[in-house]
């Protein structure tokens, strides 16, 4: 992602080096995302459909949650908008004045991307089901994370950049100011560089075994630290949501790709063996498994400093908050964003360090709030694991959220928060938050209209959605085209 990005925006600038060791390889299970991946391949101008067709991808419409807040419940994290504002003021007043009157219960029924992922459709904006529909779907994609780094490479490589395949054994530093001055592959070969991009993974290369950056631990908060992952083959319909389903120490993801499903269990090592894991995981698959349980070791935390000297590090390198809401491919990009906006072309400036990293870290800390409302916010206390969930300490940005949602609905999204409203609106109710009050403003409705507003929502909604096609017609539909 850093070669292809940083080739295509300022290729003629800059020569760009990238070193990848097949022998090592690439983590491989990021196969979830988040919408804003669409501006990622826009910026690339790269063809969605061509870039459906070779990641074997499909699309995504949310995150459907199954036991997270009590056994037998499940709510959805659906993207994109719920409703329809009314003077200004958000929708969710309205539904929270109106609920228990016709028409207002299910908030869910009131978003298209909820519906159409309940009903199995999807069709992308401004195709036939849209005419009378309010505004389209909002999606991302569920992809082969093998295939898309394979594409991203040879993107890239058109585009300019060298690619050299080696292990890397060694990195020197400047003495005088203790920047990096070069690494050392293992063919003897050594490479110098004016500004290195750590994306070597967990191990952090340079951002950590060189500079010895430092590493918070957020495990207080974020416990799980494995994951056990799994190919299966496809078995029914395939749903254009993620699945994630809550187990007795941590939870399972089911995410469906063309030629098959990605499936995992993300653990609490002091709450389950990885025997019990893996039997749970085996015990609860759809489809045929194609392979064994690959294990992955983690600790959910973050880098000291996102960029160090003359080290930027994305992806692992820069720290794992775990797969939960798929927000670690999108934290590449948003790096990515914003060294593009810090480069040091005309040199080093502490200050555009300061200001990437301040901006990194906010980042990172609103994902992080969000994270622990899906463990904290449980109603849970069937296993020692969810007992222990419930008392997890609770990041201050998640505190002042809850505060104020509870009190009359309100929701504030900050300069970096990555998640909309909807998104906190769905999973705080989701998670049996509950608001005392709504803003007062959602009264000036008469009744009548209250209940019109959204037994016509919903309607819409419904009408749109039933003109959708299944979503695995339309994606057959989409690569069987010009696949001649
Ligand atoms: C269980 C799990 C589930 C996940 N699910 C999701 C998800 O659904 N959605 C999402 O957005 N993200 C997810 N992620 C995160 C996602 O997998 C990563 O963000 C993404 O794959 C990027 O990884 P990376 O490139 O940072 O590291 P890696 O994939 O580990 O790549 C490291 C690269 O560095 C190279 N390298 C390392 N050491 C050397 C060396 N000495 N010399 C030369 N080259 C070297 C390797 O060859 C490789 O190319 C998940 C992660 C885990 C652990």
Known sequence: MAAAALARVMGDLVDIR???????????????????????????????????????????????FSDWTRVGHSYLHAFGGLGRDVGGTPFHHYWLRGRGNAGGEDLWAHSLNAEAARAGRFERPGGAAETQGPGGLAYAFHFDAALYAAY????????GVT??????????????????????????ELVSGDLFIDCSGFRGLLIEQTL?????????YLPCDRALAIPTALAGPI??????????????????????????????????????????????????PLAEPRRLTFVTGKRRKLWNRNCVALGLASGFMEPLESTSIHL?????NRLIQFFPLAGFEQADIDEYNRQGDREFEQIRAFLVLHYKAT?????????????????????????????????????????????????????????????????????????ELMINIRRIVAGTVARMPEHGAYVSALTRAGAA
Do not use: M
């Open 18 to 64: 990238l070193i990848e060791s097949d022998e090592i390889g690439i983590v491989g299970v990021g196969e979830a995302t988040i919408p804003q991946i669409k501006l990622f391949n826009a910026v690339l101008e790269i063809d969605e459909d061509d870039f459906v067709k070779h990641t074997q991808a499909t699309f995504k419409l949310g995150i459907e």
């Open 152 to 159: 991203l490479r040879s993107y890239a490589e058109r585009r």
């Open 163 to 188: 690619r050299t395949e080696g292990r890397i054994v060694d990195a020197s530093l400047r003495p005088a100011d203790g920047f990096l001055e070069g690494v050392r592959l293992e063919s003897g």
């Open 212 to 220: 010895k950056t430092g590493y918070d631990d957020w495990s207080d």
């Open 239 to 288: 749903h254009p949501f993620t699945r994630a389903t809550a187990r007795p120490a941590g939870w399972q993801w089911r995410i469906p790709l063309q030629h098959r499903t990605g499936n995992g269990y993300v653990y609490c090592s002091r709450f389950v063996s990885d025997d019990e894991a893996a039997s749970t995981l085996l015990a609860n698959l759809e489809g045929e």
């Open 332 to 336: 590449i990009q948003s790096g990515l």
């Open 379 to 451: 109603e849970r206390t069937d296993t020692p694991f969810w007992r222990h969930c419930r008392a997890l300490p609770s990041p201050p940005e998640l505190d002042r959220k809850i505060d104020l949602f509870r009190a009359n609905g309100r929701i504030v999204r900050e300069a970096e928060d990555l998640f909309t409203e909807s998104s906190w609106l769905q999973v705080l109710l989701g998670q049996g938050v509950e608001p005392r009050g709504y803003h007062p403003l959602a009264d000036r409705l008469s009744q009548r209209d209250l209940v």
